[in-house]
């Protein structure tokens, strides 16, 4: 089982972690729970960047495909000149494109961090452990999470 | 380069150049050659716009200000020779579809003498925040009287100078255009001058703050969006509504080479190039990146206004190179002493 | 485990945001209660309005040849604009790392989202038969026709339709950690449901890594997006030829004037909140005075606007575009014009004055001045230029009827019930931001 050690400074949990780390415990062992962000802490865990990055990439990407694919095949499917603009018109077909990119990237980049995150997550739901405004430390003794 | 520390060195060369730009311009016959139009347009963006720049950051309390306001301010005395450049292009005003014909606005006097005193507002506004102390409250208010008038400079500029060349084409959004694209070019240049200091954060800063360049990057980054916007807000207008009257101006652009090919440049140098360069994190601090995202920013701007010009205007590559290669040199002259003097202060 | 004296000090700092902002959240008062009354009832007054017009037909609402797109299309724009700087605050703030963010956001988002809502209600009720809509949305069908993806109309669909989705997406994400926070202070059915809304948010360090990631993405995404959606409506206008519309500097021109009507608006909403709730600590004068010089930076703007607008007109050779501006000054709308360029031109040049940047109660009457001057440019745009265009033979006046006014009325009574609900029903401020930043 885990040991949890709860702390209601910020200061002095940062320390704490410091020590845990100086006296040896590996990275993966430790995990924090803080009530908001604490930069400090990436610096003293580092971890990877997260691959939240590459969800708005490839959503946004996708979207400007997609608008692109969209507007021209529809387009093509019936050819019918309107108000005398071509019918592969690429001015408007560019902001139905913009819009569809930024549409998927978010949306991609939501689902990304739920994904990465394991969210919404059902233990987390049930959990009945309240640690209110108190920064948690907890070593996991050899197995893995 | 030693000489230009020595006192009043500066004021003489910008004379010297002032005095050789005149002549080349005034060579008969005079008011047929645009070179020195093309010529002032760039550097007017340019200049303000590092002085834009400059006040920008300084409103907004931004952080990479501390490291180029003093090179970036320095050009503030170009303001006054281009005053001086305005005066050189009288003669060439015959070359305005609207000379003399009658009216209030488009009549040589008033049209000289407001851009005029819009240049000179503009040197004094500028002068005057170069002078005060930076970091005070003073600074922020002149740098926002600064803005002012370079906002009103610059509108002047593109109604005036450039969009009346083809009098009655009218583009409602041209002036904010010139001025948003020459608070871009004002951020390529102090992303340059950071890259010559080396880039790097004050050891004070707190630990894992970004640095100087990755925030000029960052706004060049967001600008070129902006200007995207921009262009697009113009051109898709005036495609769709294709009123003769006013996509006469695209299409003398764009129906022959190797104007078309010019175009589609402005639009790569603008946009295309800078904005997958600068799209990563880790390329925003990359010396490389930058630099030549900043470089192919001011080259759109400059093969811009010749496209603005060209259908309209003859040039002479002569006089072109001669008054180009002046007003470049002077303005790393300014540049290069205010950095020198720094490093003697410090 | 281990508490030191000083830490016993941050600890109780802590507990006090939670229980300020979570205060808001208790049994409502008197005047609440009668204020939701109130907004509930114009709401309703909207919905019988509108059931009243679908019974009887379009022309109870005064819309007639030449001026077909009216109050309704005015109160479109109007609510859209509402619901630029809720996002705009938010996500351009947050890029800008500026620290007065956190006192406006979450208001802001609400807002934008709520505006969004109410504006998405107009082109349905200007429709007439609102139940044909899905015209609009591509969707596979028999007849193999899709939309036409040239028109103004469809872009908006889907610039609207991405406009309210992401800021939907923005506002709860930034609620997530403030959810997980609040469940530990409620009982009953409300735990319930912020533990199912918190996601199960726990705050390991791992969620944080990902969720800064997000924020950070969502924010870079929403900032062209606002630029781009208002500038989609006001192409709407532009792409047209109609004298006074067909202009390029509507883009970033009806940008701006959003930015400053839903700027004026947060000060509207949040002024009050501030009071009712007591948040001073946390929503400072000098956070208002932030606000407001952005309110006087979009204001300068579209003063800018006007001029080089009136100029060019003047400048060109073009005698509709000339007419259109002259008789949008002296014709038959002309107390209309004038008022709305003493509002969102003349009124927020005090704010030049830091006193009275300073001054909330002189902000909340600007700030309504301006939401009114706004509004009245709409009208002035819209109306102006369709009454008065190229052929004299086809001109005409527009009066509005009860049935549009009363709409126009509900709609703001809309938007306030769902405000008020907001009040008390989700964190009115960013907890873990403000917690963070003590």
Redesign the interface.
Known sequence: MADR????????FLE?LRRLLREGVPGERI?????????E???I?P?T??R??FF?LIG?AGGTVTGLA??IL??L??PLV????PVV?L??????A???T??F???S??A???L??R?????????EE?Y???FVILVEEGERR | MAFLEKNGVLPALIAAAGALMAFVALRPPPGKDGSLLLVFLFFIAVVEGCIAAAAAGTMVNARWISSVRKELLSVTPLLLLSSFLLLLLIPFLDTYPWAGRPGFWLRKDFFIGRNLAFLLLSYVTARRFASAPAGGEGAKVRAAWYLLVFVASQTLVAFDLVMSLEYPWVNALFGGYFFIEAIYGGFAVSALLCLRRGGAPPAERAHGARSDLSDLSILMFGFSIMWAGLFFAQYLTIWYGNLPEEVGFIARRLSASPMRELCVAVLFLLFIIPFPVLLSTRAKSNPFAVSAAALSILSGILVERYVFLAPVVRFSPGALAIEFACLLFLFFAVVYKSSRGGALEA | MSTGEGARGNAEKYAKVDRDVLAAMKRPGRAYLAGLAFALLLAVVLHVLWAYQVRSGLGVVGKMHPVMWALYITNFVFWVGIAHSGTLISAVLFLFRARYRTSFNRAAEAMTVFALMVAGLFPLIHLGRSWVFYYLLPYPNQRQLWVNFRSPLVWDVFAVGTYFTVSLVFFYVGMIPDFAAAKQHVLGIRKKIYTALSLGWQGTQKEWRHYNMLYLFLAAFATPLVASVHSVVSWDFAMSIVPGWHTTIFAPYFVAGAILSGTAMVITLVVPMRKYLSLHDYITDGHFESIAKILLLTSLIVTYAYIVEFGLAWYGENIFERETFRYRLLGDYRYFTWTMLFCNSVVPLTLFARGLRRNTAYLFVVSILVNIGMWLERFVIIVTSLSHDYDPYAWGLYKPTFVCLGVDIGSFGLFFTLYLLFVKNLPVLSISEIKEHL
């Open positions: 050690m709860v702390f209601d400074d910020r200061e002095q704490a995990r924090v729970i803080t009530p908001f962000c604490v930069p802490v990436e610096e865990l971890g960047r997260s939240v990055r708005a946004a969209f507007t529809t387009a499917s019936w309107i108000g005398g603009k018109s001015p408007p077909f560019i902001i139905i913009f819009a569809l930024i549409l990237g978010a949306l980049t939501f990304g961090f739920l990465l995150s969210l919404p997550s059902l233990r987390g739901i049930r959990s309240e209110g405004n108190a």
